[in-house]
């Protein structure tokens, strides 16, 4: 991925996931959050990843996001006049910000961009490589994760039936 | 240079057919409906004189898009300007772009040349359908909503709920298909159904997994949201659902985004469970009856029969579900989404379960 079409992505994408906060109406919040991800999706794809940008458009644009505007258009969630109360909130979000950002810029030290360029295999980001992947080196994770959606949605059908 | 013209000239044609395709079946649906429930249907604007009876095409492919398209174009109060003005685009530009994945014929042989016959050959190819299928739900969900009316935010809630009920079972049909023919990729998995089950059979996927085609079916049905399953425009309900504040030309564009629903769906039922291009018995270079003897054909002429074939079965699945439309009575919507969640969604995940288990054994 070259300079140029980083940054043509990279600003549209931070000014769109900016705008999720930003804007009083919460259909347009939910609708930009569907931008982003799809950008993100478009990152992906050039990032070789084809099979995470299929699967992040399914997940999250086609489905999550789409529940998420079934609940605001249900409930008729208006736009936001009232300041929301802030209990050190804005603190808190200071503070992991920060730590979030040297995390960031620590993981950036470690690993040069010419490593990781050289260091593709040749299926990289197909089906096969990440199934594969994904059941023999990182079994045990995938399996709690596998565990966890299942403790979800069991938990969600109890709280329903109550 | 020459690569961009043809994946390029592949693409429109595509493109092209399916806008055609649909404007076809909106023929189809005013004159079928109308033999199956013995009424004469669109007789007017008879332009080349009066044959047995007037075939009405120039009525529905003239006369009506004419109006649709010079209506005047009405933004209601208190409505959401730019998402109304978005919404058919949203619904329906996603949809457009489905159909190059699907393989519409095998190699088309030009100068030496070997051209595959699918716009885009994509690794991912299955899940590519479904991820611009499930982002065409926000056209229903943003029609709904920006109209600022009651009957459309209704018909919103019910097409985003009901689409993404339908698109569990949708891809739980698709994984039992995947599972048999071992790719995602739509081109693989048409060749591998012309081989032949003890030589006789043609090994298409109806013949591995029925119950995922009768699934895909319903789901896909559903998914384009037409009877039984229109609950998000139910006419008796709800004037005309989440495209009830719209007219002239965005209202045409909900209702072609409808009919090349139906097309993607006649198209992936007649790739994933039909065979395809594939015609029985035809192989690159001519026929190989079972019973012996076989019959030589120019590459050209096989090319020529299997994008028939193609698109035989798919106009014959896009008259299938017409006719389901023209039959059947619509569900109540508690009766949809518990028929979704209690019955196909179990079934689907038993076809997984049982495919897998069988590949297990015998493989």
Redesign the interface.
Known sequence: MDFVTFFALAIPLVVIAIMVIAHPSP?YSA?FL?LTLFLLAVYFLFLDA??VA??Q??VY???IM??F??VI??LNLQSDTQPTPRHGLGRAAIIGGVILVAELGLLLQRSSSEQAESSLPENFG??EALGSQLFTTYLLPFEITGILLLVAVVGAVVLAKR | MIDFLITFSLTLLVVLMVLNLGGLLLWVERKGSAVLQDRIGANRAAVFGKLPFNLGIVNTLVADPIKLFTKEDFVPAGADKL?HTLAPAIGLVPLLVTFIVIPFGDVLIIGGREISLQAAN???GI??V??MV??S??GV??G??ASNNRWA?LG??RG??Q??SY?IPLGLALIGVVLTFGS?DLQEITRAQGALIGGWIPAWGIVYQPVAFLIFLAAGIAESKRIPFDLPEAESELIAGYFTEYSGAKQAMFMLGDFVEAIIVAGLITTLFFGGWQVPFLLRDGFHFPWGGSLALPSLLVTLLQVGSFTLKVLFFCWLQIMIRWTLPRFRYDQLISLGWKIILPLALANVMLTALIILLFE
């Open positions: 259909v609708l569907v084809h099979v299929a699967l458009i399914i644009a086609g489905a789409v529940l505007l079934f258009m249900l197909t089906v | 998402l994509l690794n991912i899940l590519y479904l991820a499930s982002l739900v926000y969900v943003l709904g909503w935010l919103g809630i985003s709920a689409m993404i698109e995602l």
